[in-house]
């Protein structure tokens, strides 16, 4: 009998509200983001899996910090992928914007595009439809979450703009595998800018169930994302009236001008 190599991906959660994705085909895994090496060791153990690989967005240490003792515990000759622009302990491949790279098992190929806004090292990994991937993947880190974006520690409202922007060209089927549960508090947020938006409603009853059955929110898709996530709906036109509000300007010249007053709205919500 045929082993089933159609990949899954699995979240491993750590501290309060880490997903630490686990991209499998029954035998060998990848890691994105392995913020914590204890429960992706125990994962790996449990569903005997072998490690090929780790994926990291940036350099946070809830994304990095378990890389070390993995790579003690397991082989240091494990590939560790990360950003080009920032020095990672453990990254044996350093990736810019535009770069591709496959891995053998599990069967995968991913292009790399550079996110900067979150950090102005983060990238992004995205996986087109392949043969054991029927929707495209998008492991994002903390740029883009469920019903928001990441939080501006080293990047301007414009980096994070454009690295949304990238993601908005991405076919709507696209999976995004964003590393934290943070989708009911977004949700919260995302209906005081636009209170009116009927599938924001309807989304957040359903966040809330699963929620309430302690199951993740994630992955989202890209067109999910288009029709509730205000930070990915700067030119509509309630969005923008929230922000003229909020701003007391009369006029915002941009979608980035608006996304400044809102990410500036969330961090003080």
């Not at 990736?95 to 591709?100: A, H, Q, S, T």
């Not at 891995?103 to 439809?129: C, D, K, Q, R």
């Not at 947020?189 to 929620?211: C, D, G, H, M, Q």
């Amino acid at each position: 009998m045929e082993k089933n190599t159609l990949l899954q991906v699995w979240p491993i959660p750590a501290f309060d509200d880490n997903y630490l994705w686990c991209i499998h085909d029954g035998q060998s895994a990848l890691i994105v983001d392995p913020g914590d090496a204890a429960p992706v060791l125990q994962y790996l153990a449990q569903e005997k899996l072998t490690l090929t690989g780790i994926l990291i967005t940036h350099h946070h240490a809830d994304h990095t910090g378990g890389i070390l003792q993995i790579l003690q515990t397991l082989g240091k000759h494990i590939p560790v992928y990360g950003p080009a622009a920032i020095d990672i302990p453990g990254r044996t491949h350093a990736l810019m914007e535009g770069d591709k790279f496959e891995i053998a098992a599990p069967m995968l190929s991913f292009e790399v595009f550079e996110v900067p806004g979150h950090t102005l090292s983060h990238i992004a990994y995205f996986a087109n439809i392949q043969a054991n991937v029927p929707e495209p993947m998008l492991f994002c880190g903390d740029t883009l979450f469920a019903s928001g974006c990441g939080r501006l520690f080293e990047g301007t409202p414009t980096q994070m703009s454009q690295s949304l922007a990238k993601f908005i060209a991405l076919p709507k089927n696209t999976l995004v595998y964003c590393t934290h549960e943070y989708t009911l508090s977004n949700i919260r947020f995302a209906l005081a800018v636009e209170p009116n938006n009927t599938n924001l409603i309807s989304w957040a009853e359903k966040a809330k169930s699963l929620r309430d059955h302690y199951l993740p929110t994630l992955p989202t898709t890209i067109g999910q994302e288009l029709q509730v996530n205000p930070f990915m709906r700067c030119d509509q036109e309630e969005v923008i009236d929230s922000a003229l509000r909020i701003s007391g300007e009369k006029t915002l010249p941009s979608p980035a001008h608006v996304l400044a007053v809102i990410r500036a709205w969330k961090d003080r919500f």
